[in-house]
């Protein structure tokens, strides 16, 4: 009973803040009259990144079209990677690694639903279509109240939002995938976007495949086949001046097949996402309504047959939620409070393995269910004209096997003495409720999710950062340094073998601790001229603590970097002719390699030393693009992804194997490359 | 302007080209630990090899080799009533090739074996039981089609235990129908096989089981990654059915991962084996064994 009256009293704490903050500040009209917004310059050459005066990133999908991608279609989150503070994660990975965190800890929106996908195979295909998109926006130091459920950044992609003014067609068409999207206007008020995916060529995949699903160079795949679409539809009605209507849904499904004839093996993983999602808005004079119900899914599933064994495992995710948000402009402050609710159904990884004759092993955890509720609200409150704060406050009650109830202040200050120059100083705390488990650092479907528990509690971290940002009298140039500092507790790692799996549950293989990320961030921007531009530096560190590894000792987390450099330049040689290049720079993963071997059983195994204590070669690439644009948004892009070839390896390997001709034992080290140098060329169009 | 964009280009490109030559990969450190590997088996003698673990930044000539190798320690075996000092001798069946043998002290069903070594000023120990063996009802070859010249074996046997099992195989031996003569292999020493490590609780007790087992990978014996999980019907196929402690199939589970998963970029192994020797790394295991032979083309079983 008392837990309860605890929760209780701090609900009626809460809910009197969220019910009183905009009646306190309206009162308060005497403040003196500023507007910090961000700045456009028009007439500057379009942008790929905005934001950056307003401590956050911007990537306009029109703008970004123009860069070097893999396959001929842009990646919006992997663009993301060439800003500060985003950790280059190499080849063959789709997640987003931000300020020293771990996959799974940023908050990834659709329409501002949670997605939970772990993108396509290797990352070979972006997750979003960027035709569907109009941008992608990061938040990692100012992190609205609104947004909770993510220990790191905020990733928000945004589906076009305006109504479809005349019917039209636009996509590209390249060697291995082609996407289209349609607009389509249902009279005035409605419109709707459809747009779909679809890769047709696996055969050109299967050389990239081979490197690194096969184990040997001897044997030979009998068969191998990819395949992956998608289709995002979004349905706008501007039902009144003051109503407006968004639907959108969009899903995916990925199928890959291993055939080999010699190891008698077949294998076969599926994977899927969903997402609906339905908003009203409803805006009157200065305050807007906003309400929000959606669905959102995930699941993947592996079955492997060798021989007479047969095994599979299959995890899922599903999670119906609504959000609520009430934002009102009362003089010179806006207030935004809101009530959201999140009810998770999570299938943890069902390990099953058979023999011919008898269940071999089987490992059936419960699905999970849980649900989050929480309230929030965000003032922005000038103090002069020079001075403005921004306040949030958010609560969460999270009930699993055990409640959990956490509050989660934030703050920023912000000092801005003209329109030029900025500095800002910003404190969050922030609260996970999933935890995302990940068995391979290689870029296949098998990790999963699990919500919190009493055996897993949330993951919580304490932020800060100070910032500053300057630009040239006419924003021709910008810059942008921040420094960063992030707590992070009860943070998990999850080291699975696959032959564990006859003894264990998922709960067997994790192990918890306590982690720290701390870096410098440094981006200079140029906005004119025929080119254009930015540089982007981090200096990081990022490092986790678990008892459980290491003999307990310190080490670094997988995608520490001490130093990651992006360097992005356009050149527009005419209106019809554009290149662009784009160099990567990052210290190599840390990763656990063997410090020595032994013989057992007259077979060598190896001792691993230091729980990611090696590290693998920096990572370099060149990307270039050459844009010849016959028409409006209609042209050829010829792409080079890694022009110079360099070998990245995506994993590496230390075995000592018997040299066929002395019979001896002997050292190798093998580079698993996953991408050497690739050219696409892909066809724009719009009619 | 230009010409500094075109030294600027030069120097990318001089850059890009050798940026691709000059990486490479920060090792962790090298710390070297005693390995030991041992066992005792219901009516056998100990047997314990010795050495010390390599290190991956040197090259691998006979002499590293052999300096790995201890020879000089004094191995003790006791079960708490009689002592045994261990001598060495040579097999080059094992790798290493020397092995401390036992020549008084055979090993008894329920009885618990304490293994100590004495090197350098440094004492290494470890503690094992011998279980009580489970034998086979039966034993055979099987071919998926008459004209197939390969096939799995089976087993069957009545769950009796309260440990783990491992099935073991070898084949020293395979006969050539051409010569009608019996021609040595290379397989000297037993291997588990494929995922043949497992608990008695898996199955209910008393209930009969019955199983195919699949050839273990023996890796280091055979040109690079030969494996096949089968056998051929000319194979002389012995096998050890085994009884063991948990701390015995936990080593052999973690070795059995480790040489799988070795080369595995989805299931990778980064873990070291499970060891329970005190003061160093390997295992100390009692086994209580049961011996079969099939020589299928002959389909018989002793």
Redesign the interface.
């Known amino acids: 009973m008392n837990e309860w009256h605890k929760y209780l009293n701090r609900m009626r704490i809460i809910l009197l803040f969220v019910c009183l903050t905009p009646y306190l500040y309206g009162k308060n009209d005497t403040i003196p009259d500023i507007e910090i917004r961000e700045v456009i310059i028009s007439g500057q050459s379009p942008q790929t990144i905005r934001g950056l005066s307003q401590n956050y990133i911007h990537l306009g999908t029109d703008a970004a079209a123009t860069l070097p991608s893999l396959a001929g279609s842009s990646d919006m989150l992997k663009l993301l990677e060439l800003t500060p503070g985003v950790q280059h994660s190499g080849d063959g990975n789709s997640y987003l690694y931000v300020r020293g965190s771990d996959a799974g800890q940023n908050l990834l929106l659709y329409d501002n639903a949670p997605l939970y996908s772990a993108g396509h195979l290797l990352g070979i295909f972006p997750l979003f279509n960027p035709e569907h998109l109009s941008g992608v926006e990061l938040h990692k130091s100012e992190i609205n109240a609104a947004y909770g459920g993510g220990l790191s950044a905020v990733v928000k992609a945004n589906p076009r939002q305006s109504l479809p003014k005349k019917l039209q067609l636009k996509g590209n068409v390249g060697l291995i995938a082609s996407e289209a999207s349609m607009e389509i206007p249902l009279g005035k008020r409605f419109g709707v976007y459809l747009s779909g995916r679809k890769t047709y060529l696996n055969l050109l995949i299967q050389p990239l495949l081979n490197s ?2 096969r ?2 160079q ?2 030979s795949e009998q068969g191998l086949s990819y395949d992956f679409h998608d289709i995002n539809l979004t349905l706008i009605g501007q039902l009144s001046p003051q109503d407006r209507l968004e639907m959108n849904v969009t899903g995916g499904q990925d199928k890959l097949k291993i055939n080999e004839q010699i ?2 093996l077949i294998g076969r993983l599926n994977w899927s996402n969903g997402l609906v999602s339905t908003r009203w808005e409803h805006q009157i004079d200065r305050y807007t309504l906003s309400q929000q119900l959606y669905f959102s899914q995930y699941q993947n599933q592996i079955l492997m047959q ?4 047969d095994m599979h495992l299959l995890s899922s995710i599903r999670e119906v939620g609504y959000k609520g948000a009430y934002r009102r402009q009362i003089g010179l402050v806006a207030v935004e409070t809101g009530l959201q609710y999140a009810s998770n159904r999570i299938q943890p990884q069902i390990y099953e ?1 058979y ?4 269940p ?2 089987q490992n059936h955890p419960d699905p999970l269910v849980s649900h989050l509720a929480s309230l929030y609200a965000e003032a922005e409150l000038p103090l002069n004209p020079q001075w403005d704060v921004r306040a949030g406050l958010r609560y969460n009650l999270f009930f699993q096997d055990r409640t959990f109830n956490n509050i989660e202040p934030r703050i920023s200050f912000h000092y801005q003495p003209d329109n030029n120059n900025r500095l800002h100083l910003t404190l969050n705390r922030q609260h996970q409720y999933l935890h995302l488990l990940c ?4 870029g ?1 479907p ?1 990790d999963f999710w699990v919500t919190a528990s009493g055996a897993m509690p949330p993951q919580s971290g304490n932020g800060v950062s100070i910032g500053y940002f300057h630009s040239t009298s006419k924003h021709d140039w910008e810059l942008s340094a921040e420094i960063f500092y992030r707590m992070m507790h009860h943070i998990y790692e999850y ?6 799996g ?2 264990t549950s998922y709960l067997d293989n994790i192990t918890t601790g306590k982690g720290k990320a701390y870096g410098l961030e440094l981006i200079v921007k140029k906005n004119f001229g025929a080119w254009n531009g930015w540089i982007s530096y981090t200096l990081g560190k990022s490092d986790r603590t678990i008892p459980a590894l290491n003999n307990g000792q310190t080490f670094p987390a997988r995608f520490d970097r001490r130093h990651d450099l992006s360097l992005v330049a356009t050149y527009k040689f005419s209106e019809k002719w554009n290149a662009s290049l784009v ?1 990567i720079y990052a210290t ?1 993963n840390a990763c ?19 729980y990611n ?6 990572y ?1 690439r ?1 990307d270039l693009s050459l844009q010849y644009l016959y028409a409006k948004d209609n042209g050829i892009v010829l792409s080079i992804y890694n ?5 990245n390896p ?9 040299n ?1 001709k002395t019979g ?4 190798r ?2 580079h ?1 490359q996953l991408f050497s140098i690739i050219p696409s060329l892909t066809w724009r169009f719009k009619f | 302007m230009k010409t500094v964009l075109k030294y600027l280009c030069g120097v990318w490109i001089f850059a890009g080209v050798a940026c691709n030559e000059a990486r490479t990969i920060a090792y962790a450190d090298y710390v070297p630990q005693i390995v030991v590997e041992g066992w005792i088996e219901n009516g056998e003698y100990p047997q314990v090899m010795l050495s010390w673990s390599a290190s991956f930044s040197e090259s691998l000539d006979t002499i590293y080799l052999l300096k790995q190798v201890i020879r000089s320690a004094k191995v003790t075996v006791s079960d708490g009533e009689q002592t045994e000092v261990l001598a060495l001798g040579v097999n080059s069946d094992y790798l290493p090739p020397y092995v401390y043998y036992g020549k008084n002290l055979k090993g008894e069903v329920g009885k618990t074996y304490h293994l100590e070594v004495a090197y350098r000023e440094g004492i290494i120990s470890a503690e094992t039981t011998i279980p009580p063996p489970v034998a086979l009802d039966s034993c055979w070859f099987e071919k998926t089609a008459p004209a197939d010249t390969v096939g799995y074996v089976f087993i069957q046997f009545r769950n009796t235990s309260d440990d783990f099992y491992q099935v073991a195989t070898r084949s020293p031996a395979r006969y050539l129908p051409r010569y009608h003569r019996w021609s040595a292999s290379q397989e000297k020493v037993f291997t588990p096989c494929l995922y043949g490590n497992f608990p008695a609780a898996q199955y209910g007790k008393n209930d009969t089981v019955r199983m195919q087992i699949k050839r273990g990978p023996r890796l280091f014996l055979y040109a690079e990654d030969y494996y096949a999980a089968f056998f051929s019907e000319y194979d002389k196929i012995e096998i050890k059915f085994r009884t063991m402690s948990q701390a015995g199939y936990d080593f052999w589970c973690s070795w059995q991962n480790e040489i799988i998963n070795a080369r595995n970029p989805i299931f990778p192994a980064t873990s070291n084996l499970k060891s329970n020797i005190d003061g160093g790394i390997g295992n100390w295991c009692g086994y209580g064994v049961s011996n079969y032979t099939i020589i299928p083309f002959l389909q018989s079983a002793e």
């Open positions: 690194v699903l184990n040997s001897q044997q190891l008698d060798q021989s007479s064994m393995i023999n011919t004759q008898l071999y092993s068995p391979t650092s290689v296949l098998l080291n699975q073998t696959i032959t564990s006859n003894s160099y190599g656990t390699l063997p410090s020595s071997w032994y013989f057992i059983n007259n077979t060598p195994v190896k001792e691993y030393a230091v204590g090696a590290r693998m070669p920096d370099h060149t022009l110079f070839a360099v070998n995506l994993y590496v390997f230390m075995n000592v194997e018997r066929d001896q034992p002997e050292i080290v093998r698993k």
